[in-house]
């Protein structure tokens, strides 16, 4: 961090061999109300190639004050690939990609406050995994 702020964040992950698809989800969230709020971001492959954007609403359950996300990915020529959903809570966020046919695999990471005030931003960073491969 230097003296305006600035920070530098580095991600690694090793790449196992004959492993099932996985890589990095990566963005920002802004909130529009306490509870409420939307991310936007990117998904990238294991070698960092950009593979599709995503989008998304989060927000508290009414019901027992859950902290939920939903949103949907996307390819890269604007294709609807599938949806995503799932929990956030204390710096971390966790949940499934699901396709056509149901759940296709997890995604989770942790996300930190940018921008503190009452419009409060950020960033997040993760990775998400295929679990239906037949591995």
Excluded at 9 to 38: D, K, S, Y
Excluded at 73 to 92: K, V
């Amino acid at each position: 961090v230097d003296n305006l702020g600035n920070k530098l964040f580095i991600a690694a992950e090793e790449i196992p061999v004959n492993a099932c698809a996985a890589g990095f989800v990566m963005g920002h969230w802004h909130r529009l109300a306490p509870g409420l709020g939307f991310f936007i971001g990117q998904w990238n492959g294991q070698a960092g190639a950009l593979h599709g954007h995503l989008a998304g609403i989060y927000g508290v359950k009414p019901v027992d004050g859950t902290k939920v996300f939903f949103g949907k990915y996307i390819g890269l020529n604007g294709q609807a690939r599938g949806l995503l959903a799932g929990e956030y809570d204390a710096g971390r966020f966790g949940g499934l990609w699901i396709g056509a046919n149901g759940p296709k695999g997890g995604l989770g990471g942790v996300y930190h406050e940018a921008i503190p005030g009452p419009e409060t931003g950020g960033f997040f960073l993760g990775g998400w995994a295929q679990t239906d491969c037949g591995l």
